[in-house]
């Protein structure tokens, strides 16, 4: 293992991280940790942003781009899913699999470990306050394209999301548990 990923999987939940294949199936579990050596938590996906641009002697337009955010937390996500793959050993029987994994139905269940602010008091329990779920979900969705785990997120067809408060055995971050299924041609 590389000397980046070592130390944190120790800190990994239990089952972190995997890759069973059973026939022609994949289950990939991954835990994107929040980094905190460069302080970065856990991104929701930002709204792009807008600026006008005038070019000479032309009308002024929109001119649409990343919320710098974004951009480097899925930038973490896919080396972190990348790096965890790649030192991963695949289990179970079945075929051979290749990345991005393309001509699938995909399942994913993500859960979003987040530090609870201290000074909220302890009757407070659920994580009820933006940012929204789905934009978490849109992040890490993007991450895994972006290193070319999935071939696009529009394979997911399932989707079940958990915004909670770190709780003993979920440490700050990302559970990913994403299982894709073949497409079957009738």
Not at 153 to 162: A, C, K, N, Y
Request: include cysteine; proline fraction near 11%; charge should be negative.
């Amino acid at each position: 293992m590389d000397g980046g990923t070592a130390p944190l999987l120790e800190a990994f939940p239990d089952g972190f991280p995997a890759a069973v294949v059973a026939g022609r199936a994949v289950n990939l579990r991954l835990f994107i940790p929040a980094d905190k050596e460069n302080d970065r938590p856990v991104e929701p996906l930002h709204r792009h942003r807008v600026k006008i641009i005038q070019p000479k002697g032309a009308k002024p337009r929109p001119q649409m781009y990343a919320d710098p955010r974004s951009a480097k937390w899925e930038e973490y996500v896919a080396e972190q899913a990348l790096s965890q793959l790649t030192h991963t050993p695949t289990v179970g029987e079945g075929e051979d699999f290749f990345f991005p994994l393309t001509d699938m139905r995909v399942l994913v269940a993500m859960r979003f470990n987040l530090p609870k602010p201290k000074s909220y008091p302890a009757r407070v329990v659920h994580h009820t306050k933006k940012p929204d779920i789905d934009n978490y979900g849109k992040a890490i969705l993007d991450g895994l394209v972006k290193a070319r785990i999935l071939a696009d997120d529009g394979m997911v067809t399932d989707q079940m999301s958990l915004k909670r408060y770190l709780e003993p055995g979920h440490p700050e971050g990302v559970e990913i548990d994403l299982t894709a299924i073949p497409c079957e041609v009738p």
